[in-house]
């Protein structure tokens, strides 16, 4: 796991194109609001935790924590691509055999 301070973690935040609205100074630490709510609390210790309801922000901004690497979450003017549904072909599965036939 990553250990954090404060400004590293904000400026992460920013550059993979999300908005903090609220910079919070809380018990041994700080938390960064972001626009659709969810949560990163930075305490002194370096670790972060990521908080707040399942949606895309809360992905990438727990995928940013992790250190991993995404492209930004898309506007919302962006087009959104067709789904395409993918059939999984159907197996069967024999177990022993038939010595009678």
Not at 9 to 16: R, W
Not at 33 to 44: H, Q
Not at 69 to 96: H, N
Request: aromatic share 4%.
């Amino acid at each position: 796991m990553k250990t954090w301070n404060w400004d590293d973690l904000t400026s992460a935040i920013i550059s993979h194109g999300l908005s903090i609205i609220e910079k919070k100074e809380i018990q041994h630490g700080k938390q960064a609001v972001l626009k659709d709510g969810s949560k990163a609390t930075c305490y002194t210790s370096g670790k972060v935790v990521v908080q707040g309801r399942d949606c895309d922000e809360k992905q990438l901004l727990q995928l940013i924590v992790d250190g991993g690497t995404k492209s930004p979450i898309p506007s919302s003017d962006a087009e959104v691509g067709s789904v395409v549904a993918v059939k999984e072909p159907k197996v069967f599965i024999v177990y022993g055999h038939d010595t009678q036939s």
